[in-house]
């Protein structure tokens, strides 16, 4: 099992910048890849940027390429989401993913971080 924990949501300002953190707690060994994933209200979870654990390679979804980075702290089990540029539509509870496999796939999720950006 794997417990993860986001910080960095809050609010900013159209053009400003937050860096979100995932921790990871428990068996991260076994950590296939970690994703940010965000949804708005009334809109469905959406995945924002991936990568994996151990080779380091990334996906974006086409909305934030070249704003977003994802990166990552093997030593500390932390995932990072380094977001620039923010607009409004970037407004969202945004979710860390890990996706482990032992013999099968297992999914598991944090708890969220707001992220609020206004104009």
């Known amino acids: 099992q794997v417990q993860l924990v986001e910080s960095g949501g809050r609010a900013v300002q159209a053009g400003g910048s937050l860096r979100l953190s995932c921790d990871a707690s428990?068996?991260?060994?076994?950590?296939?890849?970690m994703d940010w994933f965000r949804q708005a209200p009334g809109k469905e979870r959406e995945s924002v940027a991936s990568?994996?654990?151990?080779?380091?390679?990334?996906y974006y979804r086409e909305s934030v390429r070249g704003r977003f980075t994802v990166s990552k702290d093997s030593g500390r089990n932390r995932l990072y989401l380094e977001m620039k540029s923010l607009n409004p539509e970037d407004t969202a509870v945004y979710y860390c993913?890990?996706?482990?496999?032992?013999?099968?796939?297992?999914?598991?999720w944090g708890q969220g971080t707001q992220v609020t950006v206004s104009s």
């Open positions: 428990g068996r991260t060994d076994n950590i296939y890849t």
């Open positions: 990568m994996t654990w151990t080779g380091g390679m990334t």
């Open positions: 993913n890990a996706k482990l496999i032992v013999g099968r796939l297992y999914d598991y």
